[in-house]
T-cell receptor, first 117, second 111 residues
Framework: DTAVSQTPKYLVTQMGNDKSIKCEQN?????MYWYKQDSKKFLKIMFS???????INETVPNRFSPKSPDKAHLNLHINSLELGDSAVYFC????????????????FGPGTRLTVL | KQEVTQIPAALSVPEGENLVLNCSFT??????LQWFRQDPGKGLTSLLL???SQREQTSGRLNASLDKSSGRSTLYIAASQPGDSATYLC??????????WGAGTKLIIKP
């Protein structure tokens, strides 16, 4: 009965590979997010989807592409992985009473630790 | 541009003590401020959310305050326990509806 789940929890891969991280929420929320946690523990938002529509698209390399098949899922696909992509990636969701706004408490997944060798 | 700072970066206190974690933000035009805890391998847990019109929120032994005019928020933990050991993060929802995060305070409660 996990609220926000991510798979895999750990991902180790070689440079140049393409990989995906999956996220699912069973809270019935309208908005989902992807964050990247850097080495200083800062969480930086990458993308936000509201009802399958892209709302926020921060400046990230176009090698990163989010995909939302339905409002309960937001997957993150990364092409041509680079060493600098190594980080912990967090998925989150929120109820959002208004379209696209981050006005409510966000619920986070456990994170995916990506290591690029 | 909104910046969120948390001081100290790390804190170690004996069990049973009351403690305060600090969060400051540079732009008072925020919609809300949230406190989270991060446990290794367990991701983030939302603790408290304070709307801009509120002054404080309480949940169990936790009390969070918000003073927009001074750009400060505090998280008060009463009667600390070893299970409170974690990294505590604050995040402000700014006027552009971006959630701006602090770097966190690593808290260690010694038994």
């Amino acid at each position: 009965d996990t609220a926000v789940s991510q798979t895999p929890k750990y991902l180790v891969t070689q440079m140049g590979n393409d990989k995906s991280i999956k996220c699912e929420q069973n809270l019935g929320h309208d908005t989902m997010y992807w964050y990247k946690q850097d080495s200083k523990k800062f969480l930086k938002i990458m993308f936000s989807y509201n009802n399958k529509e892209l709302i926020i698209n921060e400046t990230v390399p176009n090698r990163f592409s989010p995909k939302s098949p339905d409002k309960a899922h937001l997957n993150l696909h990364i092409n041509s992985l680079e060493l600098g992509d190594s980080a912990v990636y967090f998925c989150a969701s929120s109820q959002d009473k208004q379209r696209g706004w981050l006005a409510d408490t966000q619920y986070f997944g456990p994170g995916t630790r990506l290591t690029v060798l | 541009k909104q910046e969120v700072t948390q001081i100290p970066a790390a804190l170690s206190v004996p069990e049973g003590e009351n403690l305060v974690l600090n969060c400051s933000f540079t732009d008072s035009a925020i919609y809300n401020l949230q406190w989270f805890r991060q446990d290794p391998g367990k991701g983030l847990t939302s603790l408290l959310l304070i709307q801009s019109s509120q002054r404080e929120q309480t949940s169990g032994r936790l009390n969070a305050s918000l003073d927009k005019s001074s750009g400060r928020s505090t998280l008060y933990i009463a009667a600390s326990q070893p299970g409170d050991s974690a990294t505590y993060l604050c995040a402000a929802l700014d006027s552009n509806y971006q959630l701006i995060w602090g770097a966190g305070t690593k808290l260690i409660i010694k038994p």
